[in-house]
Structures are given as structure tokens and as C-alpha cells.
């Protein structure tokens, strides 16, 4: 009996066999070198009894890598084929089972747990008849080579699904026979050829190149100088159209075999807009180069960095560099306008004088705005307009304004001289008119005289009132521009005052066949009036008067009142209008700008007499109380007068409108027709 390793080797001798202490002790010493090569084999070394398949002998590799020791595995030899995993121990069993021997791999499943594959070699031995009698297994840790595989089938597949799913059209070729391996789907997006019509054909001969030897020379540069590869061409794509892009190639090693990764970048739109970008570029700079204002570039502290022309004097190359502020006479304007610019973010104006050569200086009108590089200001743009003709022509105007300013400061004096002057005889001969009219209505009374001589008093008295009348306007127009117009302010009811005014004219419309016409509002319609009443009394008479005067006979003249809202800066609050419109002869269009200056009538001597007061003393009143008063006219259809009057709050109740008077709003009840 023969031990190795602890494990006991049975030794059957033939009964006739004779052995000899020398041959026992030569055979131990053998054993014993055989064992100590087996130990330090470095991969698992067994013998087995065929056809038993009863372990014999294991080497100190067997317990390393089975975690299980010989000892064990020979009383229980069921343990090793527990210990195979489940999926591979049929095979283990039929590679153990045959007598021929066999090549097999498997997993084995330690007793800790961990998992280790192993490669086995079985050989029989046989005596000399050729018959089996053990079997010899020679097994080797594979582990670390099966998780390398598996580590090399993930990355190739993580590889091949990058590949695929990549943005960027790319193509696998062999580096040996230039055959198409692999192309992605953006590879046929950008190509239009297909995974299933390109691979195994040469790349080369597809009709993909303008040049069709780049793809063998781009291999040439790779095998030469073994980097990656770059350069731009353009391809043809299936349906003809042309695409510039730029191609990344590289030697690399896919399932053992050489081949060259090539990715392709799609440059045509970028190529198309960089073109656009240089075309548009040069446009903006033969604008800047040839626009009349002067633009100049500066770092936030001033120091030119661009110049687009030199107009004013100076070669370009003098400014470059220096600080623009040391050219201006006063610099205050222009770290004012930057200051803005950096605080707002806007641009900013200024003017400021400038001295780019010698004494001579320009007045220019400047503008600084912000160059931004993402949010921040970096640069300063000016932008410089020569104006010194502008500032002649300013300070000649200002010259004409001061001439004009005193030729209206004596303009004025003599108005008021003229005023004055016309004013002076007023009060001396109101005084015996007087006399002279109450005479005549003295002598009408009680005289006793014909029908003769009653008609030539009632001229003369006609007349004498007209001059009074016309006194009495000279004087009111003098006392307004010395000293303005005295309002006498009282609450009233806008109605009563209209049908006073109508009243008073009635007679005269009457007498001319002319047809009176209005629509005044209800007093619980129309709000009361905080005004001189008098005075507007007086506006209204005036404006109806006019009407009557200027209106033919069987003509119409009407009056409306009624409450709006104000327009413009006036808006928020109310205002009552009160128009006059008749059908009377009109005005000229020249003539409306001046219906209302002192002194000045129509044209075509609407009125016939008086020196044109009467509206200007209505325009003043009005203005007075706050209001307006407008004027449209037609000649030969007829003049329209509207005053409006701003609604002011009042505490006493307005006075009650006279009894006689009709408040109803009908126009018919309201007066339509001939006045009676």
C-alpha cells in the first residue's frame, strides 16, 4: 500500500512477484519526487479506480480549488458530484463515464459559496492487455477567464447597442479586406443604404465617395502611423444629394479581427450657416465701413479698440489705443451717458465737443450702448454724428427767437396802447350820448309830432343804442387785458338761463319769419351751473343774436344743451355743451382761425357793422369759467357755435325756472316752428 497525500493507494502484487528492499526503497523515492512535482503542477491532478471512479489520489491544487479535502472526497465520493452545478453535472457524469476519456468544462459549487469553472483533461490508463484500470484527471481554474468572456460579451454588446443607438452615423469595415462589417441606423438616415444592403460589400465601391480611393488611403494613414484619423470630405447619398461632414477613424479590435470604427459628423447645415455667417458678416461690415455716422468700439475704461472710418480729421491709428475721453473738451457728458449704460443696461445720449486734430473742434451728438458677452458688458459702442452745422443753425435760431421774443414784447405794447387809446374817449362820450338818447325818448313821449318825425327819432335812437353798445364793448375789451374778467359765481338752473336767452331773441327771429328752434333739457336732467350768470347770460344772447343777424329770413336757427363727458386731459370729468346752429350765409375756411381776435371780422362782413368785439368777449368769458368754445362752419349752409362749460359741485339748490317756461323735451312743445 502506497500513500499519497494521506490518501491510501492500493498496490495489488502478483503472489509470484518477489520484491527487494532496494527496489521498495527506489520506488518510495520516486513516489515521493512525483508528489512533490504534482504539488506545485498548479492545476487540479487526480487518479481514480476505473471503473469505480474511487479517488486515489489528489494534489494540494484539488482542496484550493474545491474547498473540499481528499480525504473527504474519497470516503464520500458523492460529494463531488453534489458539488457540480446543476446545469452542468450531467456532462461531468457522462465526461467521468467514459473510458476512452474525454475534454469537459464546468461550474463547481464550493462549499463557501462561491462558484469556480473549471477545464478538464480525463485519461485512461491501461495495463497491458489495453484495458482500463484508472483514470487520470488533469483540471484548470478557468474562473477568471470565463468572467473576462463574459466581461468582453458585455462590453461588446454595450459597444453594439451604443453603436446603434448613436447620434452620429458611423460604419464598421475590416481593416483587411475593407468589407462593410456594421452600420448604424443613423448611418442609413444620413446615407439612405441599409443594413441589409450594405454589409460584406466593399466600401470602397460604393457610391458613396466623390473619391473612391479615400476609404484606402484613410486605411493606409491608419496602419501607418496608428492614431486615430480625421479629415472632411463630401458623400454622395443613394438619392444623389450632396453632404459635407467630417469622419473620425479608428483602429480597433472586434471579435478578434482588425477593424476600423469610422464616425461620421453631418456638417452640411453647419457649412450652410457658417457661409451665411460670412456673407452676412461682410454685409454688416461694409455697412459699419461705409455708414455717415462715425462708430467706435471701447473697453469700459475708454480705450479704442475699433474705428470704423476716421471723418473727422484724424488717421485711424491715432485713436486706437488712447482713451476717448482724453478728446473731448468736456467728459462730463460722456461718463454721465456711460454711467446710465452700466447701471440700466441701455443706451444712452449725449453731446459733447471734440478735438481730434489741433485746435479745430466738432460738435457731435453721440449715442454709447452696451456689447454684451453673455450677461455681462464687456464693451462700449459710440456712435458719433458730426452736428456742428446744428449747433449754427441753433444759435442762429436762438438769435431770430430773441429778436421775435422782443418784437412780441412790442407787439404787445402797442396792443395795449391801441387799447388804451381807444378806450381813452369812451367814458367822455358815453356821458352826452346819454344825454342825446334820453332827450330823444323824452321828446318821443311827450312830444307831439308825426309819423315822419317819429321814424327819424327811432333811427336816430337806433343808432345812439349801437354806439352805446359799441362803448360799452371797448371798454369791457380794455378792462379784460388790464386786469382780466371778474366772475361773480352763483348756483342757477341752465335751463331757465337758455329760455331767458331764446326769449330775448324771439322778437327779432319773429320779425324775420326765421324759424327758432330748441330742445332744452329738464331741470332734473341737466345739473345747476356754479358761473357768472350774467355774463354767460350775455355769451348766449350774443351767440343766438349772431344767428338771427346772419340768417336769412325763413331760415332756422337752433339751440341744444346736454351734458358730456370730457375728451383727453379731461376726461373723468362733465361738462354741459350748449350749441347754436343756424342756416345762415357761413364763414370762409380763412377766416375760422380768427373768428375770435379782437378787432377781426369775416370776410364777407357777416355782421355789416361793429368792429368785431362781440366774440372775442364771448371767448373770454368762456375761457374764464374753464370752458371752451369751438366753431364749424359751411359757407352757405350755415355756422355752428358750441360752448362748453365745466360742472362744478354746488352746496345751495339751483333757482327754480320760471313758470312759463316749457321744460318738456319734445322738440315741438320745445318751440319748433315760428316763434310767437
Not at 487540479?44 to 473540499?68: C, D, M, Q, S
Not at 474705428?307 to 476717448?324: I, K, V
Not at 468736456?330 to 446710465?340: H, M, S
Not at 339751440?559 to 370729468?573: D, E, F, H, K, T
Request: hydrophobic share 40%.
Amino acid at each position: 500500500m502506497l500513500l499519497f497525500q494521506g490518501v491510501p493507494v492500493s498496490q495489488k502484487t502478483d503472489d509470484h512477484q518477489t520484491t527487494t528492499h532496494q527496489g521498495a526503497a527506489l520506488l518510495s523515492d520516486e513516489a515521493a519526487l512525483l508528489r512533490q512535482s504534482l504539488d506545485h503542477l498548479g492545476h487540479v491532478f487526480w487518479v481514480a479506480t476505473w471503473p469505480e471512479k474511487r479517488l486515489l489520489y489528489a494534489n494540494h491544487e484539488f482542496e484550493k480549488v474545491w474547498g473540499i479535502s481528499p480525504e473527504v472526497a474519497t470516503h464520500e465520493p458523492d460529494c463531488l458530484t453534489a458539488a457540480i452545478h446543476p446545469d452542468d453535472r450531467a456532462g461531468w457524469i457522462a465526461a467521468h463515464s467514459n473510458p476512452n476519456g474525454s475534454d469537459t468544462e464546468y461550474r463547481l459549487c464550493r462549499p463557501d459559496g462561491r462558484v469556480r469553472w473549471l477545464r478538464e483533461s480525463i485519461f485512461p490508463v491501461q495495463d497491458a492487455a489495453g484495458r482500463p484500470i484508472r483514470l487520470v484527471g488533469l483540471a484548470k481554474d478557468i474562473t477568471a477567464y470565463k468572467r473576462l468572456g463574459d466581461a468582453i460579451r458585455e462590453s461588446e454588446e454595450r459597444f453594439r447597442k451604443f453603436f446603434d443607438l448613436s447620434p452620429s452615423p458611423s460604419c464598421i469595415f475590416s481593416a483587411r479586406t475593407g468589407k462593410v462589417v456594421e452600420i448604424n441606423t443613423a448611418f442609413e438616415e444620413l446615407t439612405g443604404y441599409t443594413r441589409s444592403g450594405v454589409p460584406g460589400h466593399s466600401l470602397g465601391k460604393l457610391n458613396l465617395w466623390l473619391d473612391p480611393t479615400l476609404p484606402a488611403l484613410v486605411l493606409h494613414a491608419l496602419r501607418q502611423k496608428a492614431t486615430p484619423q480625421t479629415f472632411d470630405t463630401t458623400i454622395q447619398t443613394r438619392t444623389g444629394q450632396m453632404r459635407d461632414v467630417t469622419v473620425a477613424a479608428n483602429l480597433v479590435t472586434i471579435g478578434g479581427r482588425p477593424c476600423v470604427v469610422a464616425v461620421a459628423t453631418d456638417l452640411t447645415e453647419f457649412n450652410a450657416l457658417r457661409r451665411q455667417l460670412t456673407e452676412s458678416e461682410a454685409r454688416f461690415r461694409s455697412l459699419v465701413e461705409n455708414a455717415p455716422d462715425i462708430l467706435i468700439c471701447t473697453t469700459l475704461d475708454g480705450e479704442v479698440t475699433y474705428l470704423n472710418h476716421a471723418d473727422l480729421g484724424c488717421q485711424e491709428s491715432t485713436l486706437l489705443g488712447r482713451n476717448l475721453l482724453d478728446y473731448a473738451t468736456d467728459a462730463n457728458p460722456i461718463r454721465a451717458a456711460v454711467r446710465e449704460v452700466m447701471t440700466t443696461g441701455q443706451a444712452a445720449s449725449f453731446e459733447a465737443q471734440f478735438h481730434f486734430t489741433g485746435e479745430l473742434q466738432h460738435w457731435c451728438a453721440g449715442r454709447v450702448a452696451p456689447i454684451r458677452c453673455g450677461e455681462n458688458i464687456t464693451e462700449l459702442l459710440f456712435r458719433l454724428r458730426d452736428i456742428e452745422g446744428r449747433k449754427a443753425a441753433e444759435l442762429e435760431l436762438q438769435k431770430l427767437y430773441a429778436e421775435i421774443a422782443e418784437a412780441n414784447t412790442k407787439l404787445r405794447e402797442l396792443d395795449r396802447l391801441k387799447a388804451r387809446f381807444a378806450a381813452m374817449p369812451v367814458h367822455d362820450l358815453r356821458s352826452p350820448l346819454g344825454c342825446v338818447y334820453s332827450a330823444l325818448e323824452l321828446f318821443e313821449t311827450i312830444g307831439k309830432t308825426d309819423d315822419d318825425t317819429r321814424h327819424l327819432i327811432g333811427v336816430a335812437r337806433n343808432s345812439l343804442e349801437r354806439a352805446l353798445t359799441l362803448l360799452n364793448e371797448v371798454q369791457e375789451v380794455y378792462r379784460s387785458e388790464e386786469t382780466g374778467i371778474t366772475l361773480n359765481r352763483t348756483s342757477f338752473n341752465v335751463t331757465a338761463l337758455l329760455q331767458e336767452a331764446v326769449d330775448g331773441i324771439r322778437p327779432e327771429a319773429n320779425r324775420k319769419n326765421i324759424i327758432l328752434k330748441y330742445e332744452l333739457p329738464d331741470a332734473a336732467h341737466l345739473p345747476p351751473l356754479l358761473a357768472d350768470r350774467s355774463k354767460l347770460l350775455r355769451v348766449i344772447s350774443n351767440l343766438l343774436t349772431n344767428a338771427v343777424k346772419f340768417t336769412s329770413k325763413g331760415g332756422v336757427v337752433m339751440l341744444n344743451a346736454a351734458v358730456v363727458n370730457g375728451m383727453g386731459v379731461n376726461i373723468g370729468r362733465d361738462f354741459i355743451e350748449i350749441s347754436v346752429t343756424d342756416t345762415g350765409i357761413g364763414i370762409p375756411p380763412e377766416d375760422l382761425p380768427y373768428v375770435f381776435d379782437v378787432y377781426r371780422q369775416s370776410r364777407n362782413n357777416r355782421s355789416g357793422v361793429g368792429v368785431g368785439l362781440g366774440l372775442s368777449i364771448v371767448k373770454s368769458i368762456v375761457a374764464a369759467h374753464g370752458g371752451d368754445v369751438r366753431v364749424e362752419s359751411q359757407p352757405g349752409v350755415g355756422t355752428s357755435f358750441t360752448v362748453s362749460l365745466p360742472i362744478s359741485a354746488v352746496d345751495e339748490p339751483p333757482e327754480a325756472p320760471p313758470s312759463d317756461c316749457d321744460q318738456t323735451p319734445n322738440p315741438t312743445a320745445a318751440g319748433t316752428g315760428p316763434a310767437n
